[in-house]
């Protein structure tokens, strides 16, 4: 969107968990032909944590389908979005 956000859909390729040891937790998903890394908690040191989305991207499972609402970056050629910054932001599983 032009306020900087974006939604896809995609299917889970890994639900990396480092937030538990001090990094990022993150989802990475396959979105057609391309691959998007969805952080849903940053790690230590952030301010806000979006506890829905939190919540919603620990419990997602390698393989599922789902919706991401959140704030687009891309770095290097890691496309990213994140969803711990705003509490309008989510992941929720979708049916297939």
Do not use: W
């Not at 990094?23 to 506890?51: F, T």
């Amino acid at each position: 969107g032009n306020d900087g956000t974006a939604t896809v859909t995609g299917i889970v390729l890994e639900n990396n968990q480092g937030c538990r040891v001090d990094a990022s937790c993150y989802l990475r998903l396959r979105v057609g032909s391309d691959e998007i890394r969805v952080i849903y908690h940053p790690g230590e040191g952030e301010g806000h944590v979006n506890k829905a989305a939190y919540q919603q991207g620990v419990s997602v499972a390698k393989g599922a389908h789902v919706e991401v609402y959140g704030r687009y970056s891309k770095r290097a050629d890691v496309a990213m979005i994140e969803t711990f910054s705003s509490d309008k932001f989510y992941i929720p599983v979708l049916a297939n």
